[in-house]
């Protein structure tokens, strides 16, 4: 419950309703924020906002909305006008599992939509008005699997990759406007998701709430969070010290028994 007399604001939540998104709401209105939550599974999305409210005493505002829709620039505007972030997560995101050559054009678009085309205007709509205020934080969540190319979920990682760019160069842009901007590069989650595609942890393998933890503890600082000791590690062997074709091959054997 937050019981102090000081609010932090309202922190969006794009992409809420289960895994790691759970975690980010729960342990953001656990902080006292008034939340803001976008999900395409709005009676999920609505039972969330209900239980947060009550146990931690804060505002919850719920948007049953697919983050795929030609709108949703213009959806992220409006809502702005009523409940401006201080904090705003883009978390959602589209992976399609197998062959490159054997998914159909809907789904590799699908990817383009949701992980390319929606954190591109939820930062420039979402980091505009912060920067013209001053003030606020915008963390984009990405992987490490866009650090190189990876086999089976090809589409997936270079959308990765196109999120740990764009943050990095908004991290260093938007600093002087007083708006902090980081990408957080996570390893394997354990989210519903992620364990109904695989039947064993990857390396490194943790658990939403931490993930969150550590992506909230690095905000302030450099560009690019990576939770986890292991990771940290995979990130320096895999993504800088191995040469590509063999950083793509360890991708290749991580990702050669995932399900769709």
């Known amino acids: 419950m937050n019981s ?20 980010f709401a729960e342990e953001l209105a656990e902080r006292g924020y008034d939340l803001v939550l976008i999900a395409r599974r709005g009676a999920i999305l609505q039972r969330l906002g ?8 804060v505002q919850v505002v719920t948007h049953a909305q697919d983050l795929a829709a030609e709108t949703i620039g213009a959806e992220f505007r409006r809502w702005a006008e ?14 399609p599992v197998g062959a490159f050559t054997a998914q ?12 390319v085309r929606g954190p591109l205007l939820f930062a420039r709509i979402l980091g505009g008005l912060m920067a013209a205020r001053g003030s606020g934080q915008l963390l984009l969540m990405s992987s490490l699997a866009g650090l190189q190319g990876s086999p089976r979920v090809a589409t997936y990682a270079a959308s990765k990759a196109f999120n740990t760019v764009l943050a990095e160069g908004l991290w260093h842009e938007l600093r002087a406007r007083g708006v902090d901007v980081h990408v957080c590069c996570a390893g394997a989650i354990r989210t519903p998701g992620y364990l109904g595609a695989s039947d064993h942890d990857a390396p490194g393998a943790m658990e939403a709430r931490a993930v969150v933890r550590a992506a909230l503890g690095g905000l302030g600082g450099g560009p690019r969070i990576v ?10 062997v895999v993504g800088r010290w191995l040469p590509r074709r063999s950083a793509i091959r360890i991708m290749s054997a991580a990702t050669r028994d995932l399900r769709s």
């Open 4 to 23: 102090g007399s000081h609010r932090p604001g309202w922190a969006w939540v794009a992409g809420a309703s289960e895994g790691l998104g759970l975690a």
């Open 227 to 236: 939770p986890g000791a292991i990771n940290r590690l995979a990130e320096l």
């Open 104 to 115: 159909s054009d809907e789904d590799l678009l699908r990817v383009l939509s949701v992980n």
């Open 82 to 95: 009523a409940t401006p972030p201080q904090l705003a997560v883009y978390n959602a995101a589209y992976a």
């Open 50 to 57: 209900t239980t947060l409210a009550e146990r931690c005493g």
